[in-house]
């Protein structure tokens, strides 16, 4: 083995790939209740074959009423986090349910742009944001933010792999 193929070996060792639970089915489950096997919010990944990552993502957006919000989002990994270029977000709502009701038209539409203005501010289009998943000794991962490589605590919580068909899901 040549030095550089050894020095790109261990490189690679020391940068696991963050979406590898993903390839074998689990799901991030974002403030994970063990206990209730409940997530504030879930990711699931997709690859199309195309080479492009995508993650679709269920937040429960409020529980008086019942409100969750669906949205996807092409995502890539550099070194050892998950990132994805930040776009307008309402472009990335792709449903909204409220009480179990599907919103569609005008109520839709509307709902999307407020909510996607209100997560945008702050945050640019354009901008790089990345995630780094740190494991912590329950099971659990730190998930640590950060836009353009600088940190932002503010958008980082704690995350868990999960399996949906163990019974978790995305609840208050």
């Known amino acids: 083995m040549s030095l550089a193929a050894a020095v790109l070996a261990t490189l690679a060792l020391q940068q696991p790939d963050p979406l590898a639970p993903a390839r074998m089915g689990h799901v991030l489950c974002y403030e994970p209740d063990v206990a209730r096997q409940t997530c504030y919010g879930t990711a699931t990944y997709r690859w199309p074959g195309d080479g492009t990552i995508i993650s679709d993502i269920v937040v ?100 868990r792999w999960v399996r949906p068909a163990e019974g978790w899901r995305v609840a208050f």
């Open 60 to 159: 429960a957006a409020s529980a008086v009423p019942a409100i969750f919000v669906h949205s996807s989002a092409p995502v890539f990994v550099r070194g050892n986090a998950e990132c994805t270029r930040l776009v307008p977000s309402a472009d990335q709502i792709t449903a909204i349910y409220e009480e179990g009701e599907r919103l569609t038209g005008s109520d839709f539409e509307s709902f999307r742009r407020i909510l996607g203005s209100s997560i945008d501010q702050g945050n640019g289009p354009g901008r790089e944001l990345c995630f780094a998943y740190t494991p912590l000794a329950n099971g659990d991962l730190k998930s640590t933010a950060s836009i353009d490589g600088v940190a932002r605590p503010d958008l980082g919580g704690t995350v």
